[in-house]
C-alpha cells in the first residue's frame, strides 16, 4: 500500500515550457487535490476532484489544468510555466465525508518546480 | 483574504517543556479543525483534529483546544520531544456547501531545543 505518489519528485523547467505533474493513490479515495507550498503562504488549493471524470477550481487555479480520467490518478498540468510557479506541490486524497470521519487528507511527497 | 491565521511563523522550546502553537480563524461556518504536521521534504501528516460541538480533544501527548466565541484554536504538546520540531499547519473546513475543502493556515515552524 503506497498511499499517495507523485511522479516527478524535481523539475526545473524554462518558463514557456510545459509539463504535467502525475499524483497516483492506491486507497481508493473518492477525493483528490492540489495544492502548492510557498514561503509565507502555507498550503493553498489550486485544483480538487471529488470523483472520477469531475475536477474544481480551487484558490490559486490560474495557469493550471487538471484531469481525472482514472479514480486513482489526478494529473496537474502547467500550459506554459512562470517563474511564480516556482514552488512545492503537493496532491492529496481522502474519503467523502462520513459520519465519525476524521476528514483526513492523506498527502504526497510533494513536487519541486523551480521554473527559470 | 486569510481566513485561518498562523501568526506566529516559528516558535522555539525547550525539550521537556510545554509547545504552545496557536491558530485563529474568521469564518464562524468553519465546523471542524484539523492540525497536521510536516517535516522537511515530505508532505503533510494528519496529527489531531476536533469538531466545533467540542472544546477539547486530546491524543496521547498532543491536546487541541476550541475556543469558538474567540474563534480560536491552540495545539498543545507535552512533553515537547526532539522529534516534534516540525512545521505545523492547521486547517478548516465549512459545516456544509464546500465542505469537501480545507481551508489551511500559513504554519508555525516549531524547533525543540535538547
Known amino acids: 500500500n503506497a498511499g499517495v505518489t507523485q511522479t516527478p519528485k524535481f523539475r526545473v523547467l524554462k518558463t514557456g515550457q510545459s509539463m504535467t505533474l502525475l499524483c497516483a493513490q492506491d486507497?481508493?479515495?473518492?477525493?483528490m487535490y492540489w495544492y502548492r507550498q510557498d514561503p509565507g503562504m502555507g498550503l493553498r488549493l489550486i485544483h480538487y476532484s471529488v470523483g472520477e471524470g469531475t475536477t474544481a477550481k480551487g484558490e490559486v487555479p490560474d495557469g493550471y489544468n487538471v484531469s481525472r480520467l482514472k479514480k486513482q490518478n489526478f494529473l496537474l498540468g502547467l500550459e506554459s510555466a512562470a517563474p511564480s510557479q516556482t514552488s512545492v506541490y503537493f496532491c492529496?486524497?481522502?474519503?467523502?465525508?462520513?459520519?465519525?470521519?476524521?476528514?483526513?487528507?492523506?498527502f504526497g511527497p510533494g513536487t519541486r518546480l523551480t521554473v527559470l | 483574504d486569510q481566513q485561518v491565521k498562523q501568526n506566529s511563523p516559528s516558535l522555539s522550546v525547550q525539550e521537556g517543556r510545554i509547545s504552545i502553537l496557536n491558530c485563529d480563524y474568521t469564518?464562524?461556518?468553519?465546523?471542524?479543525f484539523l492540525w497536521y504536521k510536516k517535516y522537511p521534504a515530505e508532505g503533510p501528516t494528519f496529527l489531531i483534529s476536533?469538531?466545533?460541538?467540542?472544546d477539547k480533544n486530546e491524543d496521547g501527548r498532543f491536546t487541541v483546544f476550541l475556543n469558538k466565541s474567540a474563534k480560536h484554536l491552540s495545539l498543545h504538546i507535552v512533553p515537547s520531544q526532539p522529534g516534534d520540531s516540525a512545521v505545523y499547519f492547521c486547517a478548516a473546513r465549512l459545516s456544509n456547501f464546500g465542505n469537501e475543502k480545507l481551508t489551511f493556515g500559513t504554519g508555525t515552524r516549531l524547533t525543540i531545543i535538547p
Open positions: 476536533i469538531s466545533s460541538i467540542k
Open positions: 469564518n464562524s461556518m468553519f465546523d471542524y
Open positions: 492529496a486524497s481522502r474519503i467523502p465525508l462520513q459520519a465519525g470521519s476524521t476528514d483526513t487528507q492523506y
Open positions: 486507497m481508493n479515495h473518492e477525493y
